[in-house]
């Protein structure tokens, strides 16, 4: 009975689609996290000719954008029908590593099992139910290796070959659109196919060019379509490779790599990619298979261009099927040597590695269920209440983990960016509300802080509880602002700076460039090393029983500079203090190419009295600051 079902492959299919849907559809549903949830936040409902043509960082990954935008408008925005194309091509990707292992191995023993294992990798899983290009990668690797591999085979069909060759050209371009980077393993596909033709050819004395005819063409045309589309982001795709390129790719590298595509099974599977190349050595396919693993190494060793370990998924279905062969080869040996060995070894082989996926998979699922992020639905609900309900004097604080790559960024980095502008204008702060996740509300949250030993803490006394939407919150800040200056001055408050100058540094104020009023601050590092610019204004701050917190915001160019305070003889006072909104605020000036960032931050005072005079601290050789602002906060009405 187990003998028919291996040989029935229809049956085969349905059992593998089944298997891959078991290991796939399972947290489809879970909160975005991580790079999905920055390529959302990104990316979600631009226009298709913004996506196409515009390649800000590698980040974005095209098709994978271009077809989920298409679900999200279909089907509303959730996160299943977010990563509905990862999980559509994560499942078929597995029975169809078995249909092109059939061809490449000439066994269906070793193409079952490369399936079965690309059905329990860790990696695949994890891309396949994930918002991100990854697994249309691997599907679109084996179906342009399948396609060309068709089309180099001696039996000459012209509409089969038509065809597979208008396929192959909508998948080469399909695989590049995914990642750009995938070119490298477009080129070997190219590379093992025209090897193939070349050797086959020449053994059966067919005319190289009637063989080669409808590979070159398709390949010709797949080529000039990419190298268009490369050509019409290559500005972004320089600036990707100057910012994000790894280290020379080395042996430590390759192994990273390994350890990446062979999870759960750890490093001890490249022994059965060892020996399965040594048995796939006789085989007919074997240069096909080591160019197309080898020539990506060169490119990649040659060029310098080093992507992270998930930049090479594309090796992961090859992989498997020379370990495949080593399985296959190893076993026909110990069966023939003693089968009950063979029967106990391949057992134990089972067993270790469904073992290995075990471990892994009850540490995996609950992981991404068990996410500080909220779900869509729960990120529009908060928005729509503060659209409706809060006031533009109340100033947000996502108290979130990774502000960048949480869903609330996608629904409400407008309204928060437009709050903190208009505080920044003058606009004064009546109110302050925290949005959190339930598992980590303001008084548990690990701030971003500017002095690691001296961790901001926000008792939860001072936190009111005033809305719940699922697992996020919004608290208010239980405490009464007071503005540091007497709330006359709405503009140009940096110019009490001006003129604040010594050996190492001077400051004066200039009309351009500028955000808001009719000047801004520039200061000048002459040496490089720390200067700290006071003011001559000092204030009282008199926190007389409870904890007391300093609110401060200024807008500043590109670099380090920090606000902060000094006490009345001029040292700067290090208090707990922490980021708010980091990296949520910067803005492009109309009047020059110059970015901007809007920079908060919070305070924490212990109990006592104080005269403090507002300072920056700076490091950065030229800086332009523009509107610093200082809120006392109190838990008691001074």
Request: glycine share 6%; proline share 5%; aromatic share 16%.
């Amino acid at each position: 009975m187990l003998k028919k079902l291996l040989e029935n492959d229809r049956a085969i299919f349905v059992l593998l689609t089944l298997l891959a849907m078991a290991f796939r559809l399972p947290t489809s549903t879970s909160p975005l996290m991580g790079d999905e949830a920055i390529s959302f936040n990104q990316y979600g409902g631009l226009p298709w000719r913004e996506i196409l043509f515009n390649y800000p960082d590698p980040n974005q990954h095209t098709l994978f954008s271009l077809i989920s935008n298409v679900f999200l408008s279909w089907w509303g925005e959730r996160e299943w029908v977010f990563r509905l194309p990862s999980l559509i091509v994560g499942v078929l990707a597995v029975p169809l590593v078995y249909q092109v292992g059939k061809s490449l191995s000439e066994s269906r023993f070793v193409a079952l099992v490369a399936s079965l294992f690309l059905a329990s990798s860790a990696s695949h899983i994890n891309y396949s139910h994930s918002g991100r290009g990854y697994a249309l990668t691997v599907f679109l690797c084996l179906a342009v290796t399948g396609l060309a591999y068709a089309q180099v085979q001696k039996e000459f069909c012209l509409r089969r070959s038509i065809t597979s060759g208008v396929l192959l050209v909508i998948c080469s371009v399909s695989l590049v659109l995914t990642l750009p980077s995938n070119a490298f393993f477009l080129f070997a596909v190219f590379v093992s196919s025209f090897l193939k033709i070349f050797f086959s050819g020449v053994r059966e004395e067919i005319p190289f060019l009637k063989r080669a005819a409808p590979f070159l063409i398709s390949f010709f045309f797949s080529f000039f379509l990419v190298a268009l589309y490369l050509l019409s982001i290559r500005e972004g795709l320089n600036a990707g490779i100057a910012n994000y390129s790894q280290p020379t790719l080395n042996l430590m590298g390759l192994l990273e790599i390994g350890k990446f595509l062979f999870a759960p099974w750890g490093l001890w599977f490249f022994l059965l990619f060892i020996l399965g190349l040594f048995s796939f050595k006789g085989n007919k396919n074997f240069l096909f298979i080591a160019a197309l693993l080898g020539v990506p190494v060169v490119l990649t060793v040659v060029s310098g261009v080093v992507g992270f370990p998930r930049v090479y998924i594309y090796f992961l279905p090859f992989l498997l099927m020379v370990a495949g062969v080593g399985i296959e080869s190893q076993f026909r040996r110990l069966w023939i040597y003693n089968s009950v060995l063979g029967k106990s070894l391949a057992l134990a082989l089972v067993l270790v590695v469904a073992g290995q996926f075990y471990s892994w998979a009850i540490l995996h699922y609950p992981k991404r269920i068990n996410v500080s992020n909220g779900t869509m639905a729960e990120a529009r609900l908060v928005k729509n209440y503060i659209d409706n309900e809060v006031s533009f004097d109340h100033f947000l604080i996502f108290a979130v983990h990774d502000p960048v790559a949480n869903i609330l960024n996608h629904y409400l980095s407008d309204q928060l960016r437009n709050r903190m502008e208009l505080f920044l204008a003058g606009k004064e702060v009546k109110k302050i509300l925290f949005v959190s996740h339930v598992g980590a509300p303001p008084d548990k949250f690990p701030w971003v802080h500017v002095f690691k030993e001296k961790p901001l803490k926000i008792p939860a006394s001072y936190l009111l509880k005033i809305k719940e939407f699922g697992k996020l919150h919004i608290y208010e800040f239980d405490v009464f602002l007071t503005r540091w200056d007497s709330g006359k001055e709405k503009r140009d408050t940096e110019t009490v700076f001006a003129g604040v100058s010594d050996s190492t540094f001077e400051s004066y104020k200039v009309q351009a460039p500028k955000l808001f009023g009719n000047y801004s601050l520039r200061v000048e590092n002459k040496t490089g090393m720390p200067a700290l610019l006071k003011s001559p204004i000092s204030k009282q701050m008199k926190a007389i029983s409870n904890t007391a917190f300093v609110l401060n915001y200024f807008v500043r160019t590109a670099g380090k500079t920090l606000m902060g305070y000094s006490g009345g003889l001029g040292n700067q006072i290090e208090f707990p203090m922490a980021y708010i909104n980091p990296y949520l605020g910067f803005l492009e000036s109309k009047n020059s190419e110059l970015i901007w960032e809007m920079v908060f931050s919070l305070s924490q005072v212990d109990p006592g009295q104080y005269l403090l005079h507002e300072n920056f601290w700076s490091q950065d050789p030229i800086v332009f600051i523009d509107e610093p602002r200082s809120y006392f906060l109190y838990k008691a009405k001074p």
